[in-house]
């Protein structure tokens, strides 16, 4: 049996997604690279043939239920089973705002759309598909930015992108939630925070680390053993209590 896995958010060549596709890749996984924008990933997977490994490019948009059930489809007929599902598409587009008072809420909306909303309703819409593999993975690409939202938190800085922080917050409870709901089966739901990546050439930090570094935590969540842990949030493969 084929192993895949299906990436979110796979658009970018400097992106994690990009990166965590082709850690997959190496592994012997046939990737299933997914954008909204499907002529952003198709280029990105002919990369990867062209570096002589099984790759797919699929459009697919969080915001649209129509969409996820035609992925379903897609991966359904082609594959059969799901082995890993990387919930990775994210955006942070409000990280100048710096009080939830000044949040606009139709960056709130959207952003919870794509961290929660989408995630929730795409493992449903793949739910078939996982449960079909021996032992299928969920991976949520998370953040620390959540941290701001927990109670009596004080990280000395004005809270920084609100949307983008609560989104990653609730990401980070949904994990727990299906990790429980899932407890009786084979399937593991895990969340990965990569900490600060380098994606962005045009200002990467020097305290950025490389993004081949965060896609081998992902990675390495996807692929646990059987004994795994689930349910968890994690940070340097530790959990974070």
Known sequence: ???????????????????????????????????????????????????????TALRLDLADQASMDEAGSYVTQTFGHLDALVNNASGMPDYRVLSALDADMDVVRSALEVSVIGPWALTQALLPLLTAAPAARIVNVSSLAAQQ??????????????????????????????GRALKDTPILVNAVDPGNTATHPERVDETDRPAVDSANDIVWAATLGADGPTGQLFVDRKPVL
């Open 149 to 178: 939202v927990a109670v009596g938190l004080d990280l000395g800085e004005p809270m920084r992108s609100p949307a983008y922080a609560m989104a990653k917050y609730l990401l980070n409870a949904l994990t727990g939630v299906l």
């Open 1 to 55: 049996m084929t192993k895949t896995a299906l990436i979110t958010g796979v658009s970018r060549e400097a992106g994690l997604g990009f990166a965590v596709a082709r850690r997959f890749a190496e592994l012997d996984f046939h990737v299933i690279l997914a954008a909204r924008d499907l002529a952003a990933a198709e280029p990105l997977a002919e990369r990867l043939r062209e570096d002589g490994y099984a790759a």
